[in-house]
Protein backbone atom coordinates (compact mmCIF):
# COMPACT_ATOMS: atom_id res chain seq x y z
CA UNK A 1 0.00 0.00 0.00
CA UNK A 2 1.32 3.63 -0.90
CA UNK A 3 1.58 6.87 0.68
CA UNK A 4 0.19 9.39 -0.08
CA UNK A 5 -0.20 12.86 1.91
CA UNK A 6 -1.63 16.39 1.15
CA UNK A 7 0.42 19.48 1.47
CA UNK A 8 -2.88 20.91 3.56
CA UNK A 9 -2.78 17.95 6.18
CA UNK A 10 0.91 18.85 6.91
CA UNK A 11 0.50 20.68 9.85
CA UNK A 12 2.07 20.95 13.41
CA UNK A 13 2.63 23.02 16.52
CA UNK A 14 5.97 24.02 15.42
CA UNK A 15 8.18 24.88 12.88
CA UNK A 16 10.81 22.69 13.50
CA UNK A 17 13.13 19.94 11.78
CA UNK A 18 14.83 16.67 12.86
CA UNK A 19 16.74 14.92 10.77
CA UNK A 20 17.51 11.90 11.66
CA UNK A 21 20.73 8.71 11.45
CA UNK A 22 18.92 5.23 12.20
CA UNK A 23 20.31 2.82 14.31
CA UNK A 24 22.78 0.66 11.99
CA UNK A 25 25.27 -2.15 12.41
CA UNK A 26 27.51 -0.43 14.34
CA UNK A 27 28.18 2.80 15.95
CA UNK A 28 29.44 6.07 13.51
CA UNK A 29 33.17 6.51 14.32
CA UNK A 30 32.25 10.25 13.60
CA UNK A 31 29.69 12.50 13.25
CA UNK A 32 27.94 11.90 10.10
CA UNK A 33 28.32 14.03 7.48
CA UNK A 34 25.59 14.41 5.38
CA UNK A 35 22.65 15.37 7.84
CA UNK A 36 24.99 17.74 9.72
CA UNK A 37 25.47 19.78 6.53
CA UNK A 38 22.34 19.67 5.75
CA UNK A 39 21.24 21.00 9.17
CA UNK A 40 23.59 23.96 8.66
CA UNK A 41 22.06 24.81 5.33
CA UNK A 42 18.76 24.55 7.18
CA UNK A 43 20.03 26.59 10.26
CA UNK A 44 20.87 29.15 7.99
CA UNK A 45 17.68 29.53 5.89
CA UNK A 46 16.15 29.91 9.14
CA UNK A 47 15.09 26.59 10.81
CA UNK A 48 15.03 25.67 14.00
CA UNK A 49 16.51 21.98 13.44
CA UNK A 50 17.59 19.22 15.38
CA UNK A 51 19.63 16.44 14.94
CA UNK A 52 19.33 12.80 16.36
CA UNK A 53 22.24 10.26 15.46
CA UNK A 54 20.60 6.78 16.54
CA UNK A 55 23.89 5.26 16.39
CA UNK A 56 25.13 7.06 19.60
CA UNK A 57 22.22 7.74 21.05
CA UNK A 58 20.09 4.80 21.52
CA UNK A 59 17.03 6.70 23.35
CA UNK A 60 16.13 10.31 23.18
CA UNK A 61 12.82 12.02 24.61
CA UNK A 62 11.24 13.62 21.94
CA UNK A 63 7.62 14.68 21.16
CA UNK A 64 7.04 14.53 17.53
CA UNK A 65 4.22 17.05 17.64
CA UNK A 66 6.97 19.18 17.41
CA UNK A 67 7.91 18.87 14.21
CA UNK A 68 6.47 19.54 10.15
CA UNK A 69 9.44 17.53 8.92
CA UNK A 70 11.72 14.77 9.75
CA UNK A 71 13.81 13.62 7.48
CA UNK A 72 16.24 10.50 7.66
CA UNK A 73 19.66 9.42 6.30
CA UNK A 74 19.47 5.96 5.36
CA UNK A 75 22.02 3.06 4.11
CA UNK A 76 20.81 -0.45 2.98
CA UNK A 77 21.65 -1.82 6.37
CA UNK A 78 20.13 1.24 8.42
CA UNK A 79 16.63 0.32 6.09
CA UNK A 80 14.77 -1.58 8.29
CA UNK A 81 15.11 0.21 11.60
CA UNK A 82 14.31 3.73 9.62
CA UNK A 83 11.12 2.63 8.36
CA UNK A 84 10.07 1.42 11.75
CA UNK A 85 11.30 4.53 13.63
CA UNK A 86 8.79 6.19 10.76
CA UNK A 87 5.84 4.01 11.55
CA UNK A 88 6.29 5.19 15.04
CA UNK A 89 6.58 8.83 14.74
CA UNK A 90 3.47 8.71 12.31
CA UNK A 91 1.73 7.35 15.67
CA UNK A 92 3.14 10.23 17.29
CA UNK A 93 2.58 12.85 14.89
CA UNK A 94 -0.08 11.79 11.63
CA UNK A 95 0.56 15.11 9.86
CA UNK A 96 4.31 15.14 9.60
CA UNK A 97 6.30 15.24 6.46
CA UNK A 98 8.98 12.81 6.27
CA UNK A 99 11.50 12.09 3.74
CA UNK A 100 14.48 10.18 3.27
CA UNK A 101 17.71 10.83 1.52
CA UNK A 102 21.15 8.95 1.77
CA UNK A 103 22.23 6.38 -0.53
CA UNK A 104 20.00 3.62 -0.31
CA UNK A 105 16.99 6.16 -1.00
CA UNK A 106 18.90 7.71 -4.02
CA UNK A 107 19.20 4.43 -5.65
CA UNK A 108 16.37 2.61 -4.26
CA UNK A 109 13.86 4.98 -3.90
CA UNK A 110 10.94 2.57 -5.29
CA UNK A 111 11.64 0.65 -2.55
CA UNK A 112 11.75 3.45 0.26
CA UNK A 113 8.07 5.02 -1.43
CA UNK A 114 6.31 1.26 -1.38
CA UNK A 115 7.25 0.82 2.56
CA UNK A 116 4.46 3.10 2.61
CA UNK A 117 5.55 5.59 5.65
CA UNK A 118 7.82 8.20 3.51
CA UNK A 119 6.33 11.01 1.58
CA UNK A 120 9.44 12.10 -0.80
CA UNK A 121 13.11 10.81 -1.45
CA UNK A 122 15.73 13.72 -2.05
CA UNK A 123 18.19 12.58 -4.99
CA UNK A 124 21.94 13.38 -5.30
CA UNK A 125 23.31 16.13 -3.31
CA UNK A 126 21.11 17.53 -0.69
CA UNK A 127 21.77 20.51 1.03
CA UNK A 128 20.30 22.62 -1.53
CA UNK A 129 16.85 20.42 -2.24
CA UNK A 130 16.09 19.96 1.32
CA UNK A 131 16.42 23.93 1.59
CA UNK A 132 13.46 24.04 -1.14
CA UNK A 133 11.51 21.23 -0.41
CA UNK A 134 11.20 22.21 4.06
CA UNK A 135 10.13 25.89 2.29
CA UNK A 136 7.16 23.81 0.18
CA UNK A 137 6.28 21.46 3.08
CA UNK A 138 6.32 24.55 5.53
CA UNK A 139 4.36 27.19 2.97
CA UNK A 140 1.88 24.26 2.13
CA UNK A 141 3.08 24.91 -1.48
CA UNK A 142 3.38 21.99 -4.22
CA UNK A 143 6.78 20.64 -4.34
CA UNK A 144 6.08 18.19 -7.47
CA UNK A 145 8.73 20.43 -9.86
CA UNK A 146 11.49 20.78 -7.40
CA UNK A 147 14.29 19.08 -8.77
CA UNK A 148 15.99 15.69 -7.35
CA UNK A 149 12.64 14.16 -6.26
CA UNK A 150 10.90 11.54 -6.10
CA UNK A 151 7.45 11.18 -4.43
CA UNK A 152 4.30 9.50 -5.76
CA UNK A 153 1.57 11.46 -7.75
CA UNK A 154 -1.97 10.04 -8.59
CA UNK A 155 -0.64 6.53 -7.41
CA UNK A 156 2.54 6.75 -9.65
CA UNK A 157 6.18 7.53 -8.42
CA UNK A 158 7.73 10.45 -10.15
CA UNK A 159 10.78 11.21 -10.05
CA UNK A 160 11.48 14.95 -11.25
CA UNK A 161 14.76 15.93 -13.14
CA UNK A 162 18.11 16.25 -11.33
CA UNK A 163 19.66 19.74 -9.89
CA UNK A 164 23.10 20.65 -10.85
CA UNK A 165 25.70 19.42 -8.89
CA UNK A 166 26.90 22.12 -6.21
CA UNK A 167 29.95 23.73 -8.25
CA UNK A 168 31.29 25.84 -5.44
CA UNK A 169 31.40 23.86 -2.25
CA UNK A 170 33.57 26.38 -0.52
CA UNK A 171 29.77 27.79 0.24
CA UNK A 172 28.70 25.46 1.58
CA UNK A 173 28.16 25.98 5.60
CA UNK A 174 30.77 23.38 8.04
CA UNK A 175 28.43 20.80 9.30
CA UNK A 176 26.36 21.72 12.61
CA UNK A 177 28.78 19.54 15.03
CA UNK A 178 26.80 21.70 17.64
CA UNK A 179 23.72 19.82 17.40
CA UNK A 180 25.19 16.57 17.93
CA UNK A 181 27.06 14.96 21.38
CA UNK A 182 30.29 14.98 20.11
CA UNK A 183 32.22 13.57 22.97
CA UNK A 184 30.32 10.02 21.56
CA UNK A 185 32.70 10.19 18.64
CA UNK A 186 36.30 8.86 18.77
CA UNK A 187 37.21 11.20 15.70
CA UNK A 188 36.18 13.39 12.88
CA UNK A 189 35.66 13.02 9.27
CA UNK A 190 36.50 15.65 6.66
CA UNK A 191 35.33 15.57 2.90
CA UNK A 192 37.60 17.78 0.95
CA UNK A 193 36.38 16.65 -2.80
CA UNK A 194 33.69 15.47 -4.07
CA UNK A 195 33.78 12.62 -6.79
CA UNK A 196 36.02 10.32 -8.45
CA UNK A 197 37.55 9.60 -11.78
CA UNK A 198 37.90 6.28 -11.99
CA UNK A 199 35.10 3.12 -11.98
CA UNK A 200 35.63 0.54 -9.89
CA UNK A 201 32.76 -2.05 -10.25
CA UNK A 202 32.55 -2.92 -6.75
CA UNK A 203 32.34 1.28 -5.50
CA UNK A 204 29.39 2.90 -4.53
CA UNK A 205 29.82 6.72 -5.67
CA UNK A 206 27.20 8.05 -3.39
CA UNK A 207 24.40 10.59 -3.54
CA UNK A 208 27.06 13.45 -4.44
CA UNK A 209 29.73 11.82 -5.92
CA UNK A 210 30.43 11.59 -10.23
CA UNK A 211 33.69 11.00 -12.04
CA UNK A 212 33.30 15.05 -12.66
CA UNK A 213 35.76 15.46 -9.03
CA UNK A 214 34.77 19.25 -7.28
CA UNK A 215 37.29 20.15 -4.33
CA UNK A 216 36.84 22.80 -1.15
CA UNK A 217 40.02 25.32 -1.60
CA UNK A 218 42.84 24.29 0.12
CA UNK A 219 42.26 27.35 2.70
CA UNK A 220 38.63 26.26 2.83
CA UNK A 221 39.84 22.43 3.81
CA UNK A 222 42.11 23.45 6.53
CA UNK A 223 39.98 25.68 8.03
CA UNK A 224 37.45 23.08 8.41
CA UNK A 225 40.44 20.53 10.21
CA UNK A 226 41.51 23.70 11.88
CA UNK A 227 37.50 23.88 13.69
CA UNK A 228 37.61 20.32 14.13
CA UNK A 229 40.94 20.12 16.41
CA UNK A 230 40.52 23.76 18.20
CA UNK A 231 37.29 23.88 18.56
CA UNK A 232 36.13 20.65 19.03
CA UNK A 233 39.22 19.03 20.44
CA UNK A 234 39.12 16.32 18.05
CA UNK A 235 42.99 14.53 17.95
CA UNK A 236 42.33 12.52 14.68
CA UNK A 237 40.54 13.24 11.68
CA UNK A 238 39.42 11.28 8.34
CA UNK A 239 39.92 12.96 5.57
CA UNK A 240 36.69 10.71 3.39
CA UNK A 241 37.36 11.87 -0.05
CA UNK A 242 36.97 8.99 -2.46
CA UNK A 243 41.08 9.65 -3.71
CA UNK A 244 42.47 12.33 -1.81
CA UNK A 245 45.77 12.57 -3.59
CA UNK A 246 44.50 12.28 -7.41
CA UNK A 247 45.15 15.83 -7.80
CA UNK A 248 48.43 15.58 -5.96
CA UNK A 249 49.56 19.70 -6.46
CA UNK A 250 46.18 20.14 -4.64
CA UNK A 251 46.84 17.84 -1.70
CA UNK A 252 50.00 19.13 -1.41
CA UNK A 253 48.76 22.93 -1.00
CA UNK A 254 46.64 21.44 1.74
CA UNK A 255 49.61 19.93 4.04
CA UNK A 256 51.68 23.06 3.34
CA UNK A 257 48.51 25.45 5.16
CA UNK A 258 48.28 22.51 7.69
CA UNK A 259 52.14 23.17 8.25
CA UNK A 260 51.85 26.62 7.87
CA UNK A 261 49.60 27.05 10.23
CA UNK A 262 50.82 24.77 13.07
CA UNK A 263 47.69 22.75 13.33
CA UNK A 264 49.44 19.79 15.26
CA UNK A 265 46.39 17.28 14.14
CA UNK A 266 47.02 13.85 13.07
CA UNK A 267 45.04 12.75 9.61
CA UNK A 268 44.73 9.53 7.64
CA UNK A 269 43.33 9.42 3.96
CA UNK A 270 42.22 7.20 1.06
CA UNK A 271 44.03 6.85 -2.32
CA UNK A 272 45.53 5.09 -5.20
CA UNK A 273 49.29 3.44 -5.25
CA UNK A 274 49.46 5.22 -9.16
CA UNK A 275 48.04 8.94 -7.13
CA UNK A 276 50.94 9.62 -5.15
CA UNK A 277 54.75 10.35 -5.36
CA UNK A 278 57.69 10.32 -2.84
CA UNK A 279 57.73 13.99 -2.10
CA UNK A 280 54.08 13.91 -1.12
CA UNK A 281 54.22 10.86 0.79
CA UNK A 282 57.01 13.16 2.91
CA UNK A 283 55.21 16.12 3.48
CA UNK A 284 52.01 14.49 4.14
CA UNK A 285 53.74 12.93 7.00
CA UNK A 286 55.22 16.45 7.98
CA UNK A 287 51.65 17.96 8.20
CA UNK A 288 50.63 15.49 10.33
CA UNK A 289 49.40 12.30 8.31
CA UNK A 290 49.53 9.10 10.17
CA UNK A 291 47.87 6.74 8.13
CA UNK A 292 47.01 6.35 4.24
CA UNK A 293 44.93 3.66 2.92
CA UNK A 294 45.08 1.97 0.15
CA UNK A 295 42.90 -0.37 -1.87
CA UNK A 296 44.86 -3.12 -3.35
CA UNK A 297 41.62 -5.55 -3.87
CA UNK A 298 43.20 -8.78 -4.64
CA UNK A 299 46.81 -10.73 -4.67
CA UNK A 300 46.07 -12.43 -8.08
CA UNK A 301 46.46 -10.47 -11.13
CA UNK A 302 44.01 -12.02 -13.02
CA UNK A 303 41.16 -10.11 -11.24
CA UNK A 304 43.04 -6.90 -10.79
CA UNK A 305 43.08 -6.67 -14.51
CA UNK A 306 39.46 -7.88 -14.92
CA UNK A 307 38.63 -5.35 -12.34
CA UNK A 308 40.47 -2.81 -13.95
CA UNK A 309 41.51 -1.61 -11.22
CA UNK A 310 44.92 -0.35 -13.40
CA UNK A 311 47.98 -1.70 -12.14
CA UNK A 312 49.16 -5.37 -10.92
CA UNK A 313 51.35 -6.72 -8.27
CA UNK A 314 54.33 -5.44 -9.11
CA UNK A 315 53.31 -2.14 -9.26
CA UNK A 316 51.77 -2.52 -5.60
CA UNK A 317 55.53 -3.78 -4.56
CA UNK A 318 57.26 -1.56 -6.36
CA UNK A 319 55.22 1.25 -4.92
CA UNK A 320 56.06 -0.24 -1.16
CA UNK A 321 59.48 -0.20 -1.93
CA UNK A 322 59.36 3.74 -2.77
CA UNK A 323 57.41 3.81 0.67
CA UNK A 324 59.59 2.01 2.69
CA UNK A 325 62.56 4.53 1.49
CA UNK A 326 60.40 7.76 2.37
CA UNK A 327 59.77 9.24 5.18
CA UNK A 328 56.30 8.41 5.03
CA UNK A 329 53.16 7.72 7.53
CA UNK A 330 51.91 4.19 7.72
CA UNK A 331 49.95 2.42 5.15
CA UNK A 332 47.28 0.06 5.63
CA UNK A 333 46.44 -2.12 2.32
CA UNK A 334 42.47 -3.18 1.77
CA UNK A 335 41.91 -6.34 -0.22
CA UNK A 336 38.23 -7.73 -1.00
CA UNK A 337 37.39 -10.76 -0.52
CA UNK A 338 34.75 -12.22 -2.61
CA UNK A 339 35.12 -10.74 -6.24
CA UNK A 340 32.72 -12.35 -8.83
CA UNK A 341 35.44 -14.18 -9.93
CA UNK A 342 37.24 -15.40 -6.79
CA UNK A 343 37.82 -18.80 -5.67
CA UNK A 344 39.31 -20.48 -2.28
CA UNK A 345 42.73 -20.81 -4.24
CA UNK A 346 42.62 -16.80 -5.42
CA UNK A 347 41.38 -15.77 -1.66
CA UNK A 348 44.67 -17.84 -0.49
CA UNK A 349 46.62 -15.64 -3.11
CA UNK A 350 45.13 -12.33 -1.53
CA UNK A 351 45.71 -13.36 2.18
CA UNK A 352 49.26 -14.52 0.72
CA UNK A 353 49.88 -11.29 -1.00
CA UNK A 354 48.62 -9.22 2.22
CA UNK A 355 51.04 -11.20 4.48
CA UNK A 356 54.18 -10.41 2.30
CA UNK A 357 53.25 -6.73 2.32
CA UNK A 358 52.97 -7.11 5.72
CA UNK A 359 56.19 -8.97 6.42
CA UNK A 360 58.08 -7.64 3.67
CA UNK A 361 57.10 -3.66 3.96
CA UNK A 362 55.45 -3.50 7.28
CA UNK A 363 51.94 -2.91 5.72
CA UNK A 364 48.84 -2.92 8.13
CA UNK A 365 46.22 -4.94 5.84
CA UNK A 366 42.52 -5.22 6.37
CA UNK A 367 40.27 -7.83 4.49
CA UNK A 368 36.48 -6.83 3.40
CA UNK A 369 33.82 -9.03 2.10
CA UNK A 370 32.33 -8.18 -1.32
CA UNK A 371 29.49 -5.81 -0.97
CA UNK A 372 27.56 -5.24 -4.22
CA UNK A 373 25.85 -2.38 -3.36
CA UNK A 374 22.54 -0.90 -4.77
CA UNK A 375 23.88 1.98 -7.90
CA UNK A 376 27.20 -0.28 -8.65
CA UNK A 377 28.15 -1.85 -11.78
CA UNK A 378 27.70 -5.12 -9.57
CA UNK A 379 24.38 -4.41 -8.71
CA UNK A 380 23.10 -3.09 -11.68
CA UNK A 381 24.54 -5.92 -14.31
CA UNK A 382 24.63 -9.08 -11.88
CA UNK A 383 24.67 -11.62 -14.67
CA UNK A 384 27.24 -10.09 -16.23
CA UNK A 385 29.71 -10.87 -13.72
CA UNK A 386 27.94 -14.28 -12.91
CA UNK A 387 26.54 -13.19 -9.03
CA UNK A 388 23.06 -13.77 -7.53
CA UNK A 389 22.64 -11.04 -5.15
CA UNK A 390 19.99 -11.02 -2.25
CA UNK A 391 17.84 -8.12 -0.25
CA UNK A 392 18.70 -8.97 3.30
CA UNK A 393 19.12 -4.91 3.82
CA UNK A 394 20.66 -5.37 7.04
CA UNK A 395 23.63 -7.62 5.93
CA UNK A 396 24.78 -4.71 3.36
CA UNK A 397 27.94 -4.75 5.66
CA UNK A 398 31.51 -5.08 4.14
CA UNK A 399 33.28 -5.38 7.77
CA UNK A 400 33.11 -4.05 11.34
CA UNK A 401 35.38 -1.59 12.90
CA UNK A 402 34.74 -2.84 16.21
CA UNK A 403 35.82 -6.38 16.37
CA UNK A 404 32.29 -8.41 15.53
CA UNK A 405 33.68 -9.82 11.89
CA UNK A 406 30.34 -12.41 12.60
CA UNK A 407 28.53 -9.96 12.41
CA UNK A 408 28.66 -9.41 8.90
CA UNK A 409 27.63 -12.04 6.35
CA UNK A 410 28.01 -12.33 2.59
CA UNK A 411 24.41 -11.22 0.63
CA UNK A 412 25.23 -13.01 -3.00
CA UNK A 413 26.62 -16.02 -4.52
CA UNK A 414 29.22 -15.98 -6.94
CA UNK A 415 29.84 -19.30 -9.68
CA UNK A 416 32.26 -20.55 -7.86
CA UNK A 417 30.92 -19.62 -4.08
CA UNK A 418 27.95 -19.97 -2.11
CA UNK A 419 26.88 -16.90 0.22
CA UNK A 420 27.41 -19.40 2.78
CA UNK A 421 30.53 -20.12 1.80
CA UNK A 422 32.26 -16.83 1.29
CA UNK A 423 30.65 -16.02 4.70
CA UNK A 424 32.87 -18.76 6.05
CA UNK A 425 35.68 -18.08 4.56
CA UNK A 426 35.55 -14.51 5.40
CA UNK A 427 34.84 -15.07 8.90
CA UNK A 428 38.01 -17.21 8.91
CA UNK A 429 40.25 -15.18 7.48
CA UNK A 430 38.97 -12.50 10.63
CA UNK A 431 39.98 -14.42 13.44
CA UNK A 432 43.82 -13.66 14.67
CA UNK A 433 44.65 -17.86 15.14
CA UNK A 434 43.12 -18.40 11.59
CA UNK A 435 46.17 -15.88 9.98
CA UNK A 436 48.69 -17.71 12.25
CA UNK A 437 47.67 -21.47 11.03
CA UNK A 438 47.26 -20.55 7.62
CA UNK A 439 51.02 -21.37 6.88
CA UNK A 440 50.41 -24.95 7.95
CA UNK A 441 47.05 -25.89 5.87
CA UNK A 442 43.80 -25.09 6.12
CA UNK A 443 42.19 -25.82 9.46
CA UNK A 444 38.13 -25.91 9.47
CA UNK A 445 35.95 -23.43 10.88
CA UNK A 446 35.03 -25.60 13.92
CA UNK A 447 38.65 -26.36 14.66
CA UNK A 448 39.68 -22.28 14.57
CA UNK A 449 36.79 -21.32 17.12
CA UNK A 450 37.83 -24.69 18.94
CA UNK A 451 41.19 -22.68 19.89
CA UNK A 452 40.07 -19.41 19.83
CA UNK A 453 37.75 -20.44 22.93
CA UNK A 454 40.64 -22.37 24.69
CA UNK A 455 42.72 -19.09 24.27
CA UNK A 456 39.62 -16.79 25.65
CA UNK A 457 39.70 -19.13 27.96
CA UNK A 458 35.54 -19.63 27.47
CA UNK A 459 35.74 -23.53 27.68
CA UNK A 460 33.19 -24.64 29.93
CA UNK A 461 34.46 -26.25 33.29
CA UNK A 462 34.66 -29.86 33.68
CA UNK A 463 32.48 -31.43 36.98
CA UNK A 464 34.75 -33.10 39.11
CA UNK A 465 33.55 -36.38 39.76
CA UNK A 466 32.49 -37.59 42.88
Not at 161 to 167: A, T
Not at 351 to 376: C, I, M, Q, S
Request: hydrophobic residues 35%; contains cysteine.
Amino acid sequence: MTHQRSLQKSNSRSGKILLIFPETFEKNLSPPLGISIIAACLRDAGYEVELWDQTVEHRKKINWGDYFLVGMNLLCANFNNGVELAKRIREGNSNVFIMAGGPFSDTCAQEVLESGVFDAIVHGEGEYTFVRLAKAVKGKKAFHNIKGLSFYKQGKIKRTDDPPLIKDLDKLPFPAYDLLPVDKYPEASVIASRGCPFSCIFCTRGPAESKKRRCLSPARAVEWIALLREKYHFKHIRMVDSTFTVDQKWAEEICDLIIKNNLRVHWSCQTRIDCINTGLLEKMKKAGCNKIIFGIESGNDKILTLMEKGFTKNNVRAFAKMFKAADAPSVTANFIIGHSWDTRETIRETFDFAKELNNNFGFEYRLFLLVPFPGTELWNNPEKYGIKIGTDWKHFCKTSFFGNPLGVEAVYSTNNLSSGELTEIYHQLQNPVFSLMMKYGRPTLLAVYQIQRLLDRKLPKRKKRC
